[in-house]
Nanobody, 120 residues
Framework: QVQLVESGGGLVQPGGSLRLSCTAS????????MGWYRQAPGKQRELAAS???????NYADSVKGRFTISRDNAKKTVYLQMNSLKPEDTAVYYC??????????????WGQGTQVTVSS
């Protein structure tokens, strides 16, 4: 059974940083694409960053230059380093795993979500 466990969310002031972690079990992690989605109140879930099994990375325009996604296959963990945080980054952040490539918000396995709140 696939399990994704996220950690690292919290309350941070604008301009601050947070690092999210997502540790997987029940999958051959190195064969999976991993993504960080986020969902703000009243909005659709959107893909913030993704990394394929081969290490190809994509970011949403809204987070480019501020967020960095990385993975450690030995630890079965994907990270999202978030710098220069803005109030509009406030959302629940979800970890997503999908075999080979990410197929969208209706596919793959999901973590429980971790709240990120950017506020002064």
């Amino acid at each position: 059974q696939v399990q994704l466990v996220e950690s690292g969310g919290g309350l941070v002031q604008p301009g601050g940083s947070l690092r999210l972690s997502c540790t997987a079990s029940g999958i051959i992690f190195s064969l999976y694409a991993m993504g960080w989605y986020r969902q703000a109140p009243g909005k659709q879930r959107e893909l913030a960053a993704s990394i394929t099994s081969s290490g190809a990375i994509n970011y949403a325009d809204s987070v480019k230059g501020r967020f960095t996604i990385s993975r450690d296959n030995a630890k079965k963990t994907v990270y999202l380093q978030m710098n220069s945080l803005k109030p509009e980054d406030t959302a629940v952040y979800y970890c997503n795993a999908d075999w080979g490539y990410l197929r969208g918000p209706d596919s793959g396995s999901w973590g429980q979500g971790t709240q990120v709140t950017v506020s002064s």
